[in-house]
């Protein structure tokens, strides 16, 4: 998680990456990123770079017809490569895993595995 406000090309040219690296996927599971902001056309239209696109569990409370087709629009883009980072996320250590959050993690969950399925991705 470093901060980095060049591009990509830029990034790995100032690491010391091995000659073989060819790309990355950038992984965008908070629903701003893939909603209103549409933060991933820019990332994606880098050479080397592709997307995975998932609403993560613990934004579950956000899941909504909307937050769905936004999702899907996402997914949808040329370079998204998969689905993700999602699942379920109730476990030791997780304060709020009440029983609505957990029924919500659930119908998120299951929702996105369906798309993902019909969408193969």
């Keep these: 998680r470093e901060q980095n406000y060049g591009t990509?090309?830029?990034?790995?040219?100032?690491k010391d990456?091995?000659?073989?690296?060819?790309?990355?996927?950038?992984?965008?599971?908070?629903?701003?990123?893939?909603?209103?902001?549409?933060?991933y056309e820019?990332?994606?239209?880098?050479?080397?770079?592709?997307?995975?696109?998932?609403?993560?569990p613990h934004n579950a409370r956000h899941w909504s017809p909307e937050v769905e087709k936004d999702l899907i629009r996402a997914c949808s883009h040329p370079k998204c490569v998969a689905w993700g980072e999602m699942g379920l996320d109730y476990g030791?250590?997780?304060?709020?895993a009440s029983p609505d959050l957990i029924e919500l993690q659930k119908d998120a969950f299951l929702a996105q595995m369906k798309h993902a399925l019909k969408m193969k991705k």
């Design 92 to 96: 030791k250590g997780y304060h709020e």
């Design 8 to 14: 990509f090309a830029s990034y790995i040219e100032s």
């Design 17 to 39: 990456f091995p000659k073989n690296f060819s790309g990355c996927v950038a992984n965008f599971c908070d629903p701003p990123a893939w909603g209103a902001y549409q933060m």
């Design 42 to 56: 820019e990332i994606l239209e880098e050479d080397g770079v592709w997307g995975a696109f998932g609403l993560h």
